[in-house]
């Protein structure tokens, strides 16, 4: 059975447990493992954060390597891909973030918006969008006041204000929106109902994505 490592680079183990938990119940045929950055913040949500992110993504990948073996490809469960490119380069393995299957995979539908908690990830996720050449169908990134790890730990109190983000994403022209941040695996079908245009999961879509590498790679 293939084995897929998902790596978050928040310290928080309930988000870790949350990724994963949605990836194995969309792709049970797979071998999800988990690791959580030994090192940096409970839930990146700037410019530093996100830098000491990257570097613990590699840290994490090495620690999981040296005790389990390689993995056969690696989810980095962060809604902006920190450490992306580096490990890819340190691994030579698949590599896919939340935030690139996300945007490519929404891409391919058609016009589309990106919602997610706190403000800073606002232009970060515009400066990645652009450096990956995803934003050409890309209507806008909105943000709510709420980080990703405050929605997390009360959902419900979030809804009112992602809600009413979508409906400024739905306005600039988006035909589908993306809810990103690892922290808000499994809103979008709880949400839903107050959104008329499809509301797509970042969690499983880079589940997805992961997939498929490693589908690829059997097939070859």
């Known amino acids: ?30 071998h999800w493992e988990a690791a959580t950055a030994r090192f940096g913040a409970p839930y990146i949500a700037s410019e530093a954060s996100y830098v000491v992110g990257a570097h613990a993504v590699l840290d994490a990948f090495a620690a999981f390597e040296a005790a389990s073996g390689r993995p056969d490809a690696v989810l980095i469960a962060c809604f902006g891909d920190p450490g992306l490119l580096a490990l890819r380069e340190a691994a030579q393995l698949p590599v896919v973030g939340l935030a690139q299957a996300s945007l490519e995979a929404a891409a391919a539908r058609g016009p589309f918006a990106v919602v997610t908690g706190g403000a800073a990830w606002g232009p970060m996720l515009q400066r ?10 890309l209507c ?5 006041e709420l980080t990703g790890a405050q929605i997390a730990q009360a959902p419900e ?17 988006a035909q589908q929106v993306v809810l990103g941040g690892a922290g808000l695996a499994g809103l979008a079908a709880r949400l839903q109902a107050q959104v008329p245009v499809p509301l797509l999961d970042n969690v499983l879509l880079g589940a997805a994505a992961a997939a498929q590498l490693v589908g690829q790679g059997a097939r070859r």
Not at 140 to 144: D, M, N, Q, R
Request: net charge positive; hydrophobic share 40%.
């Open 128 to 137: 990645f969008a652009r450096m990956h050449q995803l934003d050409a169908r």
């Open 140 to 144: 806008g990134i909105h943000t709510v």
């Open 1 to 30: 059975m293939p084995r897929i490592l998902i790596i978050n680079p928040n310290t928080s183990e309930s988000v870790t447990e949350r990724v994963q938990a949605a990836c194995r119940q969309a792709h049970p045929n797979l």
């Open 157 to 173: 109190q979030a809804f009112g204000m992602l809600a009413e983000a979508c409906g400024r994403g739905i306005a600039d022209g």
